[in-house]
């Protein structure tokens, strides 16, 4: 045998043989090998943008870009082709407010001769030249979080003061990449004093307004100043500041303000400031719309919708056990409670058009508030462009994302079921045109859950739990008894304050098919921190997330042993 | 090229305007009153026609069709009560950050929703001055609110043809903040009105920088260079100007007679002082130089600048030709101020006219609203107060409460939850202490303080 022929074979083999690994590495769902850049989804339900639904259609991608949707297309040879036939595709959803992989600027020295009535503008939290993009973790779990629950591009808000930075917009896609797709896309505001005193200039709303407003009117005196410096002789130089510098994209009306808003008179104190400096507005977050619709249409404000809803503490009140004022008061609440289900459906009835941001919310809750809003009178079709195709036109990034079209980026989410559908799971997510593959579980014993017994797990017992934290390995112990229909709990961990356990009482704890979740308040430093839990019942073993809101969520694994005294 | 001009301008202009909140004006007819004009002394058996928000006709066997008529028989009315004083409907109060904060706004921070409205409102009062902490030598510009209670809008809440006022305070409160909390100027009484004179300085320099760069961006070709902006020395030189009316909290007569003369120094003759409580020792030099002074009936004693005070106080100066306001700074006292009025009568035994314009048209003259309000005249703004017996009686009780012709407040009308908003969470609601981030109400000064009245909007 020719001797090249046989290297040709050797190289063919090891060829093979990689090739066979990428293809086992395929249900890794960190995504991180892919097998080949083309990917078929073949014979779906395919939703293209709001409104827009094609049956038994394919979409065929290559290397990160959509090469094709349709009924009709020729499935190249190399795609790796999955057979999608009792799937549904949509766009990948696009959160326009997200932390998630944000860390921490590091907070500046105090000077020697620091005055609080007049700080450096970096302690008065006016930090307009950092760039979120900075202090980005790629590879944070609060990423995996967000794409499970069919999130593939965001828009990352830095943390901070009342001008923290600006924003950036990245791909939830391959770790290798840096996965960025605009920088300084916008500048992040809020109604917040001073980091870390409020002794410090400005220490309340009264002090961020008015210092709101001289920042912009002398960013436009400095970047007059600056011009005439340009063009003229015989001028004083001007002095560079960086905070000006910071902010002439803003008052050059090249990017948006994102206001942080929490309610109806914040979005009033919001749209005042720019009635009087006429900056590019969006409102981020926010509740009570219904009492500004006509000043947001005036103001051509843009809007990004928290996620976020309240808990539920009182539609389900048992309000004959009530005294006549507590029922009076309680259907205040209640009311009120349905106002704030009601908050996307006032919008779209308004014709504002708005995204949603996870800002405050947690991953796990989003199809069931999505589903909450559409029961409370938002329509699917607004509830899909929010998540995707309006948010993408706020960022001005709907020439590339938003919706599943020819050339636009490789941005899907893959359900079992149509989007809003109670059933529906997420079976895989597009991000870039990677793959991430997500276990579904298989159909609820119905006839078990309903009778309670056959189904129900039996998760009463002593359980012992490890989970993965920045901060390192943790452990400790749940003790569950079960009361009646319901369940108590006492949790263990790792002493915040010091050495040796702490325990709390476990709260909340549910249990909905083979799904456990409760959460438990920690004291840490002065403060109560929420941990919320939940995760899979599997015979003797939980694998599942615990997660602090602000901080992320980490892997916990739980084992069930027979208790020891 | 130019019309693309026009066409921005003309955009600019609409983008300018404000969104129009319509102003609800209301149309009554109140007959058989016994009315207390305050100005025009008391007519006995007579009606009181409102139209649009606007006091008509004072007369009687007034009539008027299609409008709502209310039979006052054997009840008192008297023009809405006007709080100079107050801290209601604010989120936030004291920006105690800086020894001068000339450049907050109170009309930032109004919270619309505030069920302190709707006291007042029952308290008889339709008028009061938000007014910025006493944290800082020189506070913030205070806003002056009419009590229509009801819209979530701040805007509807100003009242727009008021004049613009600002916050200084004297003494204690700003040495004890900036001077012993934060270690700086302030740190005395000294350094307090050392403080004042700087910040009037430097806004006659910061006045003169923009007149000269104006005047040079008249000459052709001219590039001058703008000066920085600054909205805490414009304001202070708008002071300097008298577009802007002071109120300054103050105890201790030699700190009232020096802020007088620095006034007097700096040609500011827009001054009214708040609290006064040793103003009695000065009373022909506020009569002199001021716009008056507003202060409590009978409280004092929670720290130690203002134990020096008498009940006879407002009597004094009223009889010393002291323009006297009597003002609750409190969401308490606001809910009868009638009262306090009542015990500077008691106590300095003025006359019903003397006593009500304490708490109506002497108050309207320190906001610079006396044309507008604070009296039952043809022609002023229709905020009146409809009361079952005299208002200075022990038994009065406010009975309808009307703000431009507008009834905001009916005895008989009165359901248990007049709150605006409710959390979607939480039946009970939290109450603070300190709701207010107040920087005078550290540690131990707390203990100093009247506690029942620390539970409200406490600010004095």
Known sequence: MNP?????????????????????????????????????????????????????????IKNGLIEAIGTNITIPKEAQVILADSLFIYPGFIDGASSAGVGKFADPEKPANFNPANPPDEMAGITPWRNVIDVFDNKNNQINDWRKSGFTIAQLIPDGGMISGKTAVVVFGNQSSTNILSQNSALSVKFQGARGSSRVYPGTPLGVMAKFRDVYKNTELASRHSKL?????????????????????????????????????????????????GFRLVLLGGSNFEKVINEIKSSNAQVLLSLKLPDDKVTKAKMEELSEEMQARTKRIQEAYQSQ???????????????????????????????????????????????????????????????????????????????????????HVVADGYIFDYEVKAKKNG???????????????????????????????????????????????????????ASSEMKNITLS???????????????????????????????????????????MNATKKPKSF | MKKIIYIIAAAMVMGWNPANSQTQKGSVLIKNATVLTVTKGTLEDTDVLVENGIIKKIGKGLTSSNITTIDAKGKYLMPGIIDAHSHVALDAVNEGTAPITSEV????????????????????????????????????????????????????????????????????????VHGRGNGIQPRSRMGVEAVIRNGFNEAIQYKKSWEDYNNALKVKGATPVPPKFSERLQTLSEILDGKIIIHCHSYRADEIYMLINVCREFGITNIVFSHVNEGFKVAPELAAYTMGASVFADWWAYKFEVYYSTAYNAAILTQNG?????????????????????????????????TLALITINPAKQLGIADKVGSIEEGKQADLVIFNDHPLSVYAIPQMTFVDGVKYFDINEDPNDMRLRVSATESIEPIFLKE?????????????????????????
């Open chain 1, 229 to 277: 410096f340009a063009s003229n002789s015989g001028l004083n130089r001007p002095e560079i500041n960086k905070t000006y510098e910071a902010l002439y994209p803003v008052v050059d009306k090249n990017i948006p303000v994102l206001f942080e808003v929490s309610d109806d008179i914040e979005i009033r104190r919001a749209l005042s400031l720019q009635k009087e400096n």
């Open chain 2, 436 to 460: 207010h981030d107040h920087k005078c109400m550290h540690g131990v000064d707390f203990f100093f303080t009247n506690f029942g009245r620390s539970l409200f909007d406490h600010e004095h």
């Open chain 2, 105 to 176: 706004r109170m009309a930032d921070v109004i919270d619309p929703y505030d069920i302190g409205l709707y006291r007042a409102l029952a308290g008889g009062v339709t008028v009061s001055h938000a007014m910025h902490g006493s944290a800082n030598a020189i506070g913030g510009q205070n806003i002056t609110l009419k009590h229509r209670y009801g819209s979530g809008n701040p805007d509807d809440l100003i009242m727009k043809d008021a004049a613009r006022t600002i916050k200084f305070a004297l003494g204690e409160n700003p040495t004890r």
């Open chain 2, 322 to 354: 002291v323009i006297t306001s009597i003002n609750s700074d409190s969401g308490e006292l606001i809910r009868h101020l009638y009262h306090e009025a009542g015990k500077a009568q008691r106590y300095g035994e003025l006359t019903d006219e003397q």
């Open chain 1, 447 to 501: 006839n078990g859950d309903k009778n309670g017994n056959n189904g129900a797990m039996a998760i009463d017992g002593f359980w012992e739990y490890t989970s993965d934290t920045p901060a390192g390995s943790s452990s400790g112990t749940l003790e569950i008894k079960k009361e009646g229909d319901s369940f108590k709990g006492t949790i263990t961990y790792d002493n915040p304050g010091g050495s040796g356990k």
């Open chain 1, 341 to 427: 289900l009601k908050q996307a459906s006032y919008l779209e009835s308004a014709g504002i058009p708005f995204g949603f941001t996870s800002s405050g919310s947690k991953s796990g809750d989003t199809f069931k508030n999505l589903r909450l809003m559409v029961e409370n009178g938002l329509s699917e079709n607004a509830a899909l462009a929010a998540l995707t195709i309006n948010t993408a036109t706020i960022l001005g990034i709907q020439k590339y994302a938003g919706t599943l079209e020819k050339g636009k980026l490789a941005n899907m989410i893959i359900l079992t079921a149509p989007l809003l559908d109670e059933e529906t799971q997420i079976k």
């Open chain 1, 4 to 60: 090249k022929i046989q290297v040709f074979k050797h190289v063919l083999v090891l060829a093979l043989f990689l090739s066979f690994q990428n293809i086992k590495a395929q249900s890794d769902p960190s995504g991180e090998k892919r097998v080949t850049g083309t990917i078929a989804f073949k014979n779906a339900t395919i939703t293209t943008s709001p409104g827009k639904t094609i049956p038994n259609s394919t979409v065929l």
């Open chain 1, 513 to 555: 098919g083979s799904n456990l979740s409760f959460s438990f308040d920690v004291a840490a430093g002065g403060m109560s921190l929420v941990v919320n839990v939940s995760g899979e019942v599997n015979g003797d073993r939980l694998t599942g997330n615990l997660s602090l809101s602000e901080y992320g969520s980490f892997p």
